[in-house]
């Protein structure tokens, strides 16, 4: 395991193992049974590329009327439960005890990506952001606390964790394309991302 800094971005390289992966995605396909993925419409009336679904007291949600937190998936039912081993994680990289309040699930197929953005739907930017990647390498771009300006990009392994927090909390971030097949996770290819956030 490694720690990297790209722009106040904390990059810990390799922070979980192959076995710890395997146990992290046994956990993910119970919450994706529950709540299955689903393709949000972004406010300009594009479906996005990725597929995506959360589990905690809260969703991320988009379509026509903006970016939101949802406390309900589009079918109705309540989000299932964070899983634990990814509260671990939040705990050993944030040592808060406050809990995160949303798992963003992404999944991105072949040609799937995001663009630059910054995430800044929570009620309070003090709470870190933490984001764990799975499956095939996906080329993260970090830019700046403000749009525009010179960006830096660095691919993204399965078992990455990044934490976007301090200085880097609001940086504008994005994943520019996935290695679709290059991954030996996930046996029909892809990247899953998680995106742990504290919501209110
Ligand atoms: C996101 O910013 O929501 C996703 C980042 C990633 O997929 O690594
Ligand atoms: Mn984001």
Redesign the pocket.
Known sequence: MTKLILRDVEIHKGFLDRAAQTDMLTALRSVVRDAPLFRPDTPYGKPMS?RMTSAGRYGWFSDKRGYRYAGRHPSGCAWPPVPQQVLDIWGKLTGLQRQPDCC?I?Y?GEGAR?GL?Q?RDEADFTWP?V?V?LGDP?L?RVGNQTRGGKTESIW?ESGDV?VLGGPARLVY???DRIKFGAGTLLPRGG?I?L?LRVVD
């Open positions: 990725v963003l992404n991105y995001m953005h995430d952001v984001s990647s996906g993260f993204l990044v971030h994005g994943v990247r991302n995106t």
